[in-house]
């Protein structure tokens, strides 16, 4: 995620000059609007690709939609790889399809498929789906392989620049492997997937996955050759060339963005699925990671919509998507996963007294989140060199939460606070600082997973 750490330390810098300490909001709000951005794409793809209301539905969907708004809030790169995924994709059909010179629009389209890949590496599949949509209509005779072959030169010259582009990051990942905590998966997890896009409501499931068939069926069945269509272009000319009358023309024009974003849709989950098989696991599958195939999905469903010739039961369709989207959202925020780690520091940060120390396990898990919420509220509390379970970011590496070096750190400061970020007692090491020092004072941050802290006085129990 280095193009979003880099973006996030900019940020950080600038709201540092007016004295703003890096909350949760400073922190996660480039996500937010990065996330906002990926919508108003969404809107414009859909709306270049079928129309304005099938542009004006996948959005809202897009922007309601239960894994897509998670991973927004989060001070992560999703919401930044999703923006310029969609970037790449609205780059790729204006190129192709050129109303001006195309030459800006394979610009851009270098430009940020690149930069989703240093978002993150994951949209690399979405990349390969890409390649495959303009092979795919570069197979099936129509207006789409006729533009797709003018423009096979510079696809070609500008896939390879991305290729160039992006190397020293997949060459990074080459060595470093992947994220091992990911097991390897069966069958079920594709199932499991397309229920975790709604948030597992299967009417969402149902709804929507219902609509995108229909819309992408509906395209085509539209695609086929109609002779008779009038030839002449006129000022209500589409995008797509010829498209008098305007919406019998942009039907007929669907079927090839339809068959691209049914590819978005399958490619990035079904390469995803072939790595993570037992015997070759690259620990790819993940459905933070495939939040990716969420905008194709809303497009195929916005089209459905748009696919119905009666306007107000385009509009009772509208209104369904809301009503099966809205409740996992709200769900979402009735029962997120939460853990109090800032209550827990500013507890420890109201009792600090000059020498004491800190412990904290387990070390990651712990430590990191510790350390950032008392940086962020800039006091005096803070972590020793040689604190047990403190995390180096210079190497990775954390310093040992064994018994011996517990009770050899505790003695040499008057005070400790042990802080174990989970549920549950404190285990073998709060038992031993117990059974060695007299505890003071105790708070436990209550959320979905408690964080507790525990005061001790080193003077030895008589």
């Not at 989060?74 to 790449?88: I, K, Q």
């Not at 379970?389 to 005070?415: E, I, N, P, Q």
Request: charged content about 15%; aromatic content about 10%.
């Amino acid at each position: 995620m280095i193009l979003y750490y880099l973006i996030l330390k900019a940020w950080l810098g600038v709201t540092g000059l007016f004295g703003l300490a890096p909350n949760e909001i400073v922190l996660r709000l480039p996500s937010a609007v990065f996330a906002v951005g990926a919508a108003v794409v969404v809107y414009l793809l859909g709306r270049r690709l079928f129309g304005t209301i099938a542009g004006l539905v996948a959005a809202g969907l897009y922007l309601a939609n239960f894994l897509q708004m998670g991973v927004a809030q989060l001070a992560r790169s999703s919401s930044l790889e999703l923006f310029l995924l969609a970037l790449s994709w609205y780059a790729l059909f204006a190129a192709v399809t050129p109303r001006g010179s195309a030459r800006r629009w394979w610009s851009l389209f270098i430009a940020s498929s690149a930069l989703a890949v240093y978002a993150a590496l994951f949209s690399g599949l979405v990349l390969a789906s890409e390649a495959a949509a303009l092979g795919l209509l570069l197979l099936i005779a129509g207006p789409w392989r006729e533009r797709v072959r003018t423009s096979i030169r510079p696809a070609v010259v500008s896939f390879a620049l991305v290729g160039v582009l992006i190397a020293p990051i997949a060459l990074d990942a080459v060595l470093h492997g992947g994220p091992v905590w990911l097991a390897p998966v069966g069958l079920h997890a594709i199932t499991g997937f397309l229920l975790a896009i709604g948030g597992g409501s299967r009417r969402y499931e149902l709804v929507v996955f219902l609509l995108a068939a229909m819309g992408f069926v509906a395209a085509l069945a539209a695609g086929r050759p109609h002779p008779a269509l009038p030839r002449k272009r006129g000022r209500d000319e589409g995008a797509y060339g010829p498209a008098l009358p305007r919406r019998r023309g942009r039907d007929q024009e669907a079927y090839g963005p339809a068959l691209a974003m049914a590819i978005w849709f399958v490619v990035p989950i079904v390469i995803a699925f072939a790595l993570t098989q037992p015997r070759l696991n690259l620990h790819l599958f993940s459905n933070r990671y495939l939040v990716v195939v969420v905008p194709p999905l809303c497009l195929l469903a916005g089209l459905g919509v748009s696919a119905v010739r009666w306007r107000p039961l385009q509009g009772v369709l509208a209104i369904g998507l809301v009503v099966v989207a809205l409740p996992q959202l709200l769900y979402y925020y009735a029962s997120p996963h939460l853990q109090d780690i800032r209550g827990a520091a500013q507890w420890i940060e109201a009792r600090y007294q000059s020498g004491d120390g800190l412990i904290c396990a387990p070390a990651v898990e712990c430590a990191i989140p510790i350390q950032y919420y008392l940086e962020a509220d800039r006091g005096h509390a803070h972590f020793d060199p040689d604190s047990p379970g403190r995390f180096s970011w210079d190497g990775a590496a954390t310093v040992s939460l064994d018994d011996a070096a517990v009770v050899a750190y505790a003695t040499r400061h008057h005070r400790v606070f042990f802080v174990f970020a989970r549920s549950g007692p404190g285990g073998p090491i709060e038992s031993s600082l117990s059974a060695h020092f007299q505890e003071v004072a105790r708070v436990q941050a209550r959320a979905v997973v408690d964080t507790t802290v525990v005061l001790f006085q080193t003077s030895p129990i008589n």
